[in-house]
């Protein structure tokens, strides 16, 4: 069965940066929430802690969410081998810490954004297997 980000976002709090740390949890644990019997707190230390997110594979569809750029501590981003659409998030260029961006086998299009150039860490780069260009 296919989740669409829509799906997962419903739960998702409101300030942009948490929902892109809340989102990637609830995805990397496979679920559509995040736990509501946690204290605000105890969410907060763990979205902090997110420093790589593995979510590939999910059957996710849809644009890829562009407040997950918003989320300056992640290092690595492995979003592959799902059935995203459209384009890159501009807001990717927030990510100066960024080493590894793992978007291949998807159904992205367009232009690789040129603000990719501000993730100065970023040593490996996977696109392939999409309608990117640039």
Known sequence: MRASWEEVEREAKKDLCSKGRRLLIALATGSSTVSS???AMEDRR???LVREAYVMAKNLVGPIPPEIGN??????IDLSLNF???VIP???GNLIDL???MLSNNNLSGSIPPVLSNCTNLIQ?????????G
């Open 99 to 101: 080493q590894e961006l």
């Open 71 to 76: 989320c300056k501590s992640l290092t690595t």
């Open 37 to 39: 019997s946690r204290s």
């Open 84 to 86: 995203f659409s459209g």
């Open 46 to 48: 763990r979205q902090r």
């Open 125 to 133: 780069l996977q696109l392939d297997r999409n309608t990117l260009s």
């Open 90 to 92: 501009f807001s990717f």
